[in-house]
């Protein structure tokens, strides 16, 4: 069965470093998202991706976000100078035409020290 | 801009026991998801509820939804350990199909 999948699993990162999170969604969906979660609390809506552009974004995603699909497969999540708040595990999903569903990656555990 | 929430936040039950999980959000939400996630883990899909009335059964876990109370609940029914895990309910706003996503109900069945 087509899943999504995502890497690192786990990344530890200095503050202020940049670091891009990747993510490789199901082969014929459309549209992407990327959501977080800090340790013990809802997950959060970051961003989502349709047809090349950003569709939609939260007051999280400040200009030190940005997202990518660089090769038709993979869809990255990068953020410029990491903060110590941005520890978090950073889901990405995507949803295939006429679907209704959000499939979710395993995530991606974000450590900034 | 639509809120979600959840009650309990945190339940323990016993095996065979019955329980049921409430979700609330504020405004109209076209459709309601629910998704369990383990300690560590991803999101699993449990459930699309696309109109008010939908009911819709798996296993142990039934999830309803009533579109006019803008409430969603999933009950579980003669609970197992196995059921033990952190259950999520969200709404779907916007033509891009955003996840608003309540605060979680964290279930612990004991033996």
């Known amino acids: 069965e087509p899943e999504v999948t995502q890497t690192p699993s786990h990344q530890v990162t200095q503050m202020g470093q940049e670091v891009i999170l990747r993510c490789v969604p199901i082969s014929n969906h459309l549209y992407f998202y990327w959501y977080r979660q800090i340790l013990g609390q809802k997950v959060e809506f970051l961003v989502s991706f349709y047809n090349n552009e950003i569709s939609e974004k939260s007051e999280i995603f400040d200009d030190q976000f940005s997202v990518e699909r660089p090769d038709g497969s993979n869809f990255t999540l990068k953020i410029r100078s990491t903060k110590l708040e941005d520890s978090a595990m950073y889901f990405c999903?995507?949803?295939?035409?006429?679907?209704?569903?959000?499939?979710f990656g395993p995530g991606t555990r974000l450590t900034v020290l | 801009e639509l809120k979600v929430e959840q009650n309990p936040l945190f339940l323990s039950m016993q095996e065979g026991k019955n329980y049921t999980i409430y979700c609330n959000y504020s405004?109209?939400?076209?459709?309601l998801y629910w998704y369990r996630q383990d300690p560590g883990k991803s999101l699993e899909s449990l459930f699309v509820l696309l109109s008010n009335g939908a009911v819709k059964q798996e296993g142990r876990l039934m999830a309803s939804l009533d579109t006019k109370a803008r409430l969603s609940t999933l009950h579980i029914t003669a609970a197992v350990h196995d059921l033990s895990a952190t259950y999520f309910c969200a709404g779907y706003t916007g033509t891009a199909s955003k996840l608003t996503f309540g605060t979680g109900t964290r279930l612990q069945v004991t033996l």
């Open positions: 405004t109209t939400s076209d459709r």
């Open positions: 999903a995507s949803r295939g035409p006429g679907r209704n569903e959000q499939f």
